[in-house]
């Protein structure tokens, strides 16, 4: 276990709708990493947070959005889903700037 | 280019076997190169990582050999073990990203008893 929690764990949308996705990182770690992994492929980076703020983003367009909150839990948030939005979204939780990072579970989301 | 090309994309080796999976990539500033294991339903998990300053790092029966000059690295499982199956990635980050890491594609790895 990493100590990275995220809820749901599962979740299904319909087309056009918007979501929120939770992630809990390890105990001390201050900075949230967001990937998303679509099936059959790795995980591709779609931003990060530290100390509250966006700290490098990927290639997704700006309908996917984030928050990191004092106690460094995160949100990910995606507006007018798509169908291609279905895939697991990870969260991974590090310190500063290490590169060792920790991924939680996921969150499975299907956009039907 | 920040492109991490792995391979295979699939294997399936023998219990007691070796299972090697090789990834290449093209950003010379490259300098921290880690695996991941994943199984099924689950979240990928840190298994071994290599900077360029050494060749090769071995932790248990996984050995990271890493080829600076060919822009190559790959990660050799000794003695594989049904257990052992799961999808592999390699990835690869630059500096002090702090996680922004980039992924292969995934190598699924089936040992057979």
């Known amino acids: 276990e990493t100590g990275v929690t995220q809820s749901p764990t599962h979740l299904i949308k319909t087309r056009g709708q918007q979501v929120t996705l939770r992630c809990s990182s390890q105990s001390g770690h201050n900075t949230v990493s967001w990937y998303q992994q679509a099936l059959g492929q790795g995980p591709q980076f779609i931003f990060q947070?530290?100390?509250?703020?966006?700290?490098g983003r990927g290639n997704f367009p700006p309908r996917f959005s984030g928050l990191q909150f004092p106690n460094y839990s995160s949100e990910l948030n995606v507006n007018a889903l798509e169908l291609d939005d279905s895939a697991l979204y990870l969260c991974?939780?590090?310190?500063?700037?290490?590169?060792?990072?920790?991924f939680g579970e996921g969150s499975w989301l299907t956009v039907v | 280019q920040q492109q991490v090309k792995q391979s295979p994309q699939s294997l399936i080796v023998q219990k007691g076997g070796i299972s090697i999976i090789n990834c290449a990539y093209e950003n010379t500033a490259f300098d921290y190169f880690p695996w991941y294991q994943q199984f099924p339903g689950k979240g990928p998990a840190l298994l071994i990582a290599i900077r360029p300053d050494v060749s090769e790092k071995k932790e248990g029966r996984f050995t990271i050999s890493f080829n600076k000059s060919a822009k190559q690295f790959s990660l050799h499982i000794m003695d594989s073990q049904p257990g052992d199956s799961a999808t592999y990635f390699c990835a690869a980050t630059k500096g002090n990203q702090g996680g922004k890491l980039i992924f292969g594609q995934g190598t699924e790895l089936s040992v057979k008893p």
């Open positions: 991974a939780s590090s310190l500063g700037q290490e590169n060792t990072i920790y």
């Open positions: 947070y530290y100390r509250e703020e966006e700290n």
